[in-house]
């Protein structure tokens, strides 16, 4: 990821992932604010890597805070604006149908990636894929290994909570998903730690059951780098 960012000039890069072409996760990040920025995209369920993710091409973004960008993904743009990044730019991992992850790349600056930093991506976002698989039984048995570990890490809460929350609520996993985002959003906290409140029955979110769902930003207070440092501290 590292390399990644200093060869596009880009103030960071993240890794997110999927298993059995199910919910996208991040994973790894160069540093907590672009950590913080893919997160918002799964808390969210939009943004350039879920788009990249759901076509299967490459989504360039040259300015977040342009009127496209707005458009395209009118709650994602809202939680960033502010935050000092423009230039967003992810690609699939990917070969076919055959679609692993996402990787993303954020700039401070607005404009589009130069022909050559564009080759370079794709590169890379081959590389990730290429690295992840072995010629003889398809994914690595080490990396998968590594990634079941992550996921398991991450979001058994966040599953767990889902899944408690539809059989309480009588709706689908994906409604229930939904709530927790909803909350997240509304509160300013992580949708990991809104499940662990659930899950330990400290939160209920039955008067959340029909809500709209989030028009604008919460407070970057809570969502900055001292939130952020704490979550990865609690991974």
Not at 71 to 100: E, I
Not at 208 to 216: E, S
């Amino acid at each position: 990821m590292t390399a990644c960012a200093r060869e596009l000039s880009a103030s960071g890069a993240g890794l997110a992932l999927t298993r059995n072409g199910g919910l996208l996760e991040p994973l790894l990040a160069t540093d907590p604010e672009t950590g913080e920025l893919d997160e918002l995209q799964f808390g969210l369920g939009e943004g350039p890597g879920t788009e990249a993710m759901a076509t299967g091409v490459p989504v360039l973004e040259a300015d977040l805070s342009g009127p496209e960008a707005g458009r395209r993904w009118p709650v994602y743009t809202a939680a960033v604006d502010g935050r000092g990044v423009h230039g967003a730019f992810a690609f699939p991992v990917a070969a076919g149908a055959a679609r692993m992850g996402v990787l993303s790349v954020y700039r401070r600056q607005a404009g589009l990636l130069g022909p050559d930093q564009l080759q370079d991506a794709l590169v890379f976002a081959d590389t990730v894929f290429v690295l992840a698989l072995d010629r003889r039984r398809g994914l690595s048995t080490d990396l998968d290994s590594v990634i079941e570990a992550a996921f398991v890490a991450r979001r058994a809460e966040v599953h767990q909570a889902a899944g408690r929350l539809a059989a309480q609520q009588r709706i689908s996993v994906v409604d229930a998903l939904a709530l927790l985002r909803a909350h997240s959003y509304s509160s300013g906290r992580s949708l990991r730690e809104v499940a662990v409140d659930v899950m330990a029955g400290r939160l209920s979110l039955a008067n959340d059951h029909g809500a709209a769902p989030p028009t604008g930003p919460h407070d970057p207070k809570e969502t900055g780098p001292d939130h952020v440092e704490k979550e990865q501290e609690e991974d």
